[in-house]
């Protein structure tokens, strides 16, 4: 399920497993995404059970998830434009 993989995505990183991924890159990991988005591990997998952001299996590591970094990008674009028309209310 979707919180299995923030489980093992936490284990493979406090295990020194953590798989760097470069600026421009297409995707990034769960952890990355989370930080990226400024919230919690439950808040990324309501995300991710909701839809609103999908993982994909890494190719290298199978217990690494990732996520298309437009998809965060997007995301992030939304929050923002709610927030703005929030404030000029």
Known sequence: MWYDTLDTLEETETEGGAMPVAEDTEFVT???AMTRLGVSKQKMADLIRDGAVKTEGSPLDKRVKLVRRADV??????WHRQKKGEASE
């Open 73 to 78: 990008e997007a995301l992030l674009r939304r």
């Open 30 to 32: 769960v952890t990355e």
